[in-house]
């Protein structure tokens, strides 16, 4: 074979392979669509100080999240672990989210490889060890992948995890599923999974923030209305190992490992937040400030005996 048909072959190879993404290189070497050019990619870092608060945002609407009965199958397609919606009427409006309502298709989630890992998006510099992402289509639009061919499409909430010393019991009808479904393509259904809410019941969904994104998978479409909450849902290190064992083959060879894309550049975007930041942080200074001032006293009479 002449080299000029090997390099053309080798191209052709490699985008086709684009197809088969990786984590790898927590996807800083995706070519695909926009994910190497774009301007408005995610996941980002959070920094809450510099967001621009807008308290007229407003509550989200959630509709028919308080049923048990909307659940399709949950899956592992190579990539993470996907629960679908069953039908379309799970839906989300409200929250200042433009074009509402906005359906509920799936939830999937974001991990790492320990506890201090995982998380798409990080607040401050800070990586949660999972991330889940409810991915919404706007109802105009009529399906998922016109959807996400068009700007503002698509609406997606992201809750993040932290480390708790009990179980989440909302979570275990899901992570008790993944033994069945550990191998890429492999599904299943879920046995008395809670209401969808349930997931996030301790979260309050007021407080939040919102800017202009991506799909964090490839092609990258830069479709997304982002809303990530600033409450953690809850869970325990042994129910984060389960999550740990899925794997990206058909063999259950080689674990997913992590799963989440390197924060991407804010360029010229704005990020919003529902609520003042340094309002609610200030009883906590307030706390830490009297805990200083207890100690130094106890210390100065300490010194006195
Ligand atoms: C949720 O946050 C909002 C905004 O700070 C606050 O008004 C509301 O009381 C909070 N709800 C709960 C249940 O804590």
């Not at 996807?27 to 695909?32: A, V």
Request: charged content about 15%; some cysteine.
């Amino acid at each position: 074979m002449e080299l000029p048909n090997l390099f053309f072959l080798l191209i052709l190879i490699t985008q086709a392979r684009g197809a088969s993404y990786n984590y790898d290189s927590n996807g800083d070497d995706w070519t695909t669509g926009v994910c190497s050019t774009g301007t408005k990619q995610s996941p980002i870092n959070i920094v809450l100080s510099s967001a621009s608060v807008d308290t007229s945002l407003g509550e989200f609407v959630l509709t028919n999240y308080d049923d048990d009965s909307k659940y399709g199958v949950i899956k592992n397609n190579g990539h993470t672990i996907q629960v679908d919606m069953a039908d379309d009427t799970v839906t989300l409006n409200g929250g200042g989210l433009d074009g509402g309502p906005f359906i509920l298709a799936q939830f999937h989630f974001h991990w790492g490889t320990s506890d201090s890992t995982g998380s798409e998006h990080t607040v401050d510099g800070n990586r949660s060890p999972l991330e889940i992402h409810f991915v919404h289509y706007k109802q105009s639009l009529g399906d998922l992948s016109t959807a996400a061919g068009t700007a503002d499409g698509l609406a997606v909430l992201g809750f993040f995890f932290e480390v708790y010393p009990s179980d989440n019991a909302y979570l275990d009808p899901f992570l008790d599923a993944i033994s069945s479904v550990a191998k890429k393509d492999q599904n299943a259904t879920l046995s008395s999974p809670p209401v969808i809410d349930a997931i996030f019941q301790n979260v309050n969904t007021s407080l939040f923030v919102r800017y202009s994104g991506g799909l964090t998978t490839p092609g990258c479409n830069e479709v997304v209305q982002w809303t990530v909450f600033t409450e953690k849902i809850r869970i325990s290190s042994v129910q984060l190992a389960k999550i740990r064992l899925s794997y990206q083959d058909t063999s259950g060879a080689t674990a997913i490992g992590k799963n989440y894309r390197s924060t991407q550049s804010i360029n010229s975007r704005t990020v919003k937040i529902s609520y003042d930041p340094s309002i609610s942080a200030a009883p906590i200074l307030t706390l830490n400030m009297l805990f200083l001032l207890l100690s130094a006293i106890v210390g100065f009479l300490y010194c006195q005996i």
